[in-house]
Structure formats: C-alpha cells, structure tokens
C-alpha cells in the first residue's frame, strides 16, 4: 500500500496510522490542509473490504472537507478519520475511547465530528479522552429544535435547499409539487431530506442497506421501496445519493435517466473525469462537498457560539453557492465540479501562515 504515489493523495499535510490490538481498533486519520484553521471533518466507521479501500476513502473524505469548508466560507482545514470495522458489530467503548486517546495526539490538528457509522452518543465517549471532537453539545438547533449536537438535520436541510436551486436552474421549476426523486441511502441525512421532499410535495423512490430503515420511509412518507440495481436508473426528475461515494461512474452514468443528480452523500464521483462525463450527458450535478456543508456549517457555530438563526442563514447560502456554480459552468463551458474546486482554491491556496 502505497501513500506519496497513491492517486488519492493530494499534498496530504498528515497521515496517521492508528492501531490498537487490546480493544481491535485500526483507523486513519489524514488531514489535507490547514490553511484556513483547524481540520474538521467526520469520524467514519465502515467495514472496508481492505487497508487499500480505507486509505482511499479517507484520502478522498479528507480532501474534500478542505474544498467544503472553503466554498461554506468556513475558517476551517479538510480532514476525516475512518475506522475499520463493522459499526453494528464491532464498536465498543473501549475502541472508541482508543480513538479518542489518537486524537489527543494530534494537539488539535485534526477535529472528529459524527460521520457514517458514527453518533454523538460515539463522539462523547471519544471525548473522554480528548477535547477534540465537536457536534455533542446540546444546544438550539438550527431548526428551533433542542440539538444534542448531531449535524445530520444541518447537512439535510442544506441538501434540500441545494436540490430546489438545481431543480430550478435545470427545469426552470420554483416550486417541487410531484416532482419525483430517487433517494440512495436513509439514514440519519438521507430520511430527513425525503421528509422535506415529502413535505414540499415531492414524490419518492427510496432504498437502503438496512431493510427497517427502507420500511419506516415507506410507512412514514408514502416512499415506493426501489431495488439497489434500479434506483440510480429511475425515470425520475432528481437521483439522491446519499449513502456511500464513488456511485458516479462510467457504467452507472451510462444508465442514469435522471436530469440531475443532487445528493448528500461525500465523493459521488468514481474520478474527476465523471464531473466531465455527466456535463457530456447532459445531467446538472450539484458537486458533493458544496450541497453537503450544512452540517459542517452547524458543527462550526457550535464552536464558535451556537445562533440557530445564524446557522441557518448560512446553510440556506448554499443554494446561491450553488447557482453561481451553474452559471459559470455554462459560462465556461466547464462541468460543475471543476467550476467548485476552482472556486474553492481561490479561497484556501496561497494563505500566508
């Protein structure tokens, strides 16, 4: 397993690898930049197939939280963690309080939040062991709802938000009764964002990896269950990934029937060439690490002083964020991933330390 040569890597500042035999915990943390502040990004736990899948994710998750926080107009770095290991099997407090002691090593390069696999109930067991961990305070959440901390209705809403701009500039549609979308993943993100299409009068397809998470969203907001083969390649008006990454490539962009894909799911992109591959399709892709910043956004105010209002004003920019993406996209003659991360560098190379 390679890093300097690995495709992944990108000027990666750090990489840590952190292995613990007494409690079975094997991670990695990698932080990407720290031009604007600190890292901050998401503790994931995932059963990877190998070491190889790992790295690679981790690569990828760290990068684009750099690229997130930059766009969010954030004073924060990119990074992630991933621990390997199956969440409904193999977490423990003992593995989690292990973590929590890596993460003190670092001195606060790199800050874990909730991620995939993970919960605040996890991040405040890590907490007993460091400092640096953030999204477990109980506050006003962005809604007006009590919070314990847990970025997902942030990062939901910003997606529900990023999809009604896609929707607007692709279909020329202000309003989202009967439009149809294709839910991919319902989790913690994923089933609040069906509950705000739901609300706005969208009609659902949905499917998950765990059978009572697909039930509760049909038996709660009227969702038509979808196979894991077809949901992608549904005659539907929005595709929403919002489970795992790299589900845009070369042989599932072929069969995509959506005009746009707007999910909140990190890395959608098999590669950087897929950003241009859709353009070519003709599908409006809402980059990833700009739909998805709500969360990342809610776990900053937390930092700096919880304000619901604020918070939510900031999340609902990214819908703006995201229309001037388009129209330079058209502009440029440019697909709308490469118009972010063009966006993106302007605000986080070249900062004087």
Known sequence: MTVFTHPEFDHHEHLT???DPETGLRAIIA?????????????RMFPYASDEEALRDVL???????????????????????????????KTEALLESMGRFLEQLGGLYIAAEDSGTSVA?????????SNVAG??????????????????????????????????????????????????????????AQHLSDAGAKLWVYDIHQDQM??????????PATAEE????????????????????????????????????????????????RKHGVLYAPDFVINAGGIIDVYYERTGPDPDA????????????EEIFQRSERDDLPTGQIADQLAEERFRHIPR
Request: aromatic share 4%; charged share 20%.
């Open 17 to 19: 690898f952190c292995c």
């Open 31 to 43: 932080v990407h930049n720290t031009s604007r502040g600190p890292a901050l990004g998401g503790c």
């Open 60 to 90: 990828r998750l760290s990068r684009g939280m750099t690229y997130k926080s930059a766009l969010a107009n954030l004073n924060l770095g990119g990074g992630k963690s991933v621990i390997i290991g199956d969440p409904r099997q193999h």
């Open 122 to 130: 996890d991040l405040k067991v890590m907490a007993r062991q460091t």
């Open 136 to 193: 477990i305070r109980d506050r006003p959440g962005f809604d007006g709802k009590p919070s314990n901390g847990d970025p997902s209705p942030a990062t939901a809403w910003g997606t529900f938000v990023g999809i009604k701009s896609a929707v607007k500039h692709q279909l020329g549609r202000t309003d989202l009764e009967g439009l149809k979308v294709a839910v991919q993943g319902i989790g913690n993100v994923g089933y609040r964002l």
């Open 215 to 224: 039930d509760r969203a049909v038996a709660e907001l009227g969702a038509t």
């Open 231 to 278: 949901i992608l390649y549904l005659p539907v008006d929005v595709v929403a990934p919002c489970a795992m990454g790299a589900v845009l490539n070369d042989q599932s962009i072929a069969k995509l029937r959506a005009p746009i894909v707007a999910g909140a799911a990190n890395n959608q992109l098999a590669s950087p060439a897929h950003d241009e591959l859709l």
């Open 311 to 322: 918070v939510r004003q900031h999340v609902d920019t990214i819908g703006q964020t995201l």
